[in-house]
């Protein structure tokens, strides 16, 4: 596709944010533990990495529900970001929700 698609941007943010928290998760809040494995945070990155997955297979597959799960999405990113961020030494993923909940609200206007 030559043209840049808002969808796929959204779509490509979405997956991004998804790896992102689940590979932190994995790789870095279990090696921390501590407030990092408490299991309010630890199931909002989970569900963050989950609910991006969805929204982006949902935008990549042109569903008209997608834009109801990027409102949901973003709410769960910005969530996951202020988690992230009270905690520290987690500013990749920090930045990676942020981007993702504002595409995804850009998408769900």
């Known amino acids: ?9 959204c779509a490509d943010a ?5 790896e992102i928290c689940y590979s932190t998760a ?5 090696q921390v533990g501590g407030k990092h494995v408490e299991p309010e945070h630890f199931k909002l990155m989970l569900n ?3 609910v991006c997955e969805t929204s982006a297979c949902l935008q990549l597959s042109g569903s008209p529900f997608s834009h109801h799960l990027c409102k949901v999405c973003a709410e769960i990113c910005e969530a996951c970001a202020k ?14 929700c942020r981007k993702c909940a504002e595409s995804c609200r850009k998408m769900a206007a």
Do not use: F, R
Request: proline letters at 6%.
């Open 48 to 50: 963050c990495a989950k």
């Open 83 to 96: 988690s992230c961020e009270s905690l520290g030494e987690m500013d990749e993923c920090v930045t990676a």
């Open 1 to 9: 596709m030559p043209h840049t698609n808002p969808h796929s941007e």
């Open 14 to 18: 979405c997956s991004s944010c998804s």
């Open 26 to 30: 994995m790789n870095h809040c279990l």
